[in-house]
């Protein structure tokens, strides 16, 4: 490899960093916010529909970039977006209460040997290392945490289906609505609810 190859890496590497750096000290109301004929509306809800999940940050990357947060009963609204591609992001941290314990840890072993079954959004619950896998390890992070050992797991406090980030075009004066189900990371039981209730 050339000194002027080395050279060329280098300062793309630093530019690359210094920019993911300022991307995550930005505050929300620093970002080019969006301007135009379409909307994005929405909810954030637990798997079983019971309860709105407040205080997911919605980021919307595309024709523009502005963001959005799930009010108390997880709705969220994002007017004025631009014709065209957007990907929306959703990400929540912490608010997990009192709703990891033992039990969750049980029904992660007992699924990881077998013993019963765990539906879709259970099993996101319960793979706490984020590898894809429910395995005794995870039960035993699950029962870490839930006693106060361990303050976070591997895959983050929060997932959302559908995954992590999806696609959405717009046009045309068009609002469109673009749901998520909110599942709270070592949460086997599915037994979440926004505090205060």
Not at 75 to 92: C, E, F
Not at 160 to 176: K, Q, Y
Request: glycine residues 12%.
């Amino acid at each position: 490899m050339s000194y002027k190859t080395l050279s060329l890496l280098t300062l793309t590497l630093v530019f690359f960093v210094a920019g993911s750096v300022f991307a995550a000290d930005r505050p929300v109301g620093d970002l080019r916010e969006c301007s135009g004929p379409n909307a994005f509306h929405g909810m954030v809800m637990t798997p079983d529909n019971d309860f709105g999940v407040p205080g997911v940050l919605l980021e919307f990357e595309g024709a523009c970039s502005d963001q959005a947060e799930s009010d108390a009963d997880g709705s969220y609204v994002l007017d004025a977006a631009a014709d065209g591609d957007y990907i929306i992001t959703p990400s929540k941290f912490g608010d997990q209460g009192d709703a990891i314990g033992p039990f969750d840890a049980a029904n992660a072993a007992r699924f990881s040997a077998g013993l019963i079954d765990l539906d879709e959004y259970q099993q996101i619950a319960a793979d706490v290392t984020g590898d894809g896998n429910i395995t005794p390890f995870d039960a035993a992070r699950i029962l870490q945490f839930s006693v106060g050992i361990l303050d976070e797991f591997p895959a983050g406090d929060w997932a959302f289906s559908p995954n992590e980030a999806i696609e959405v075009g717009l046009a045309g004066g068009e609002d469109r609505e673009v749901n998520f189900v909110g599942i709270l990371i070592g949460d086997v039981t599915l037994n979440w609810e926004p505090s205060g209730r």
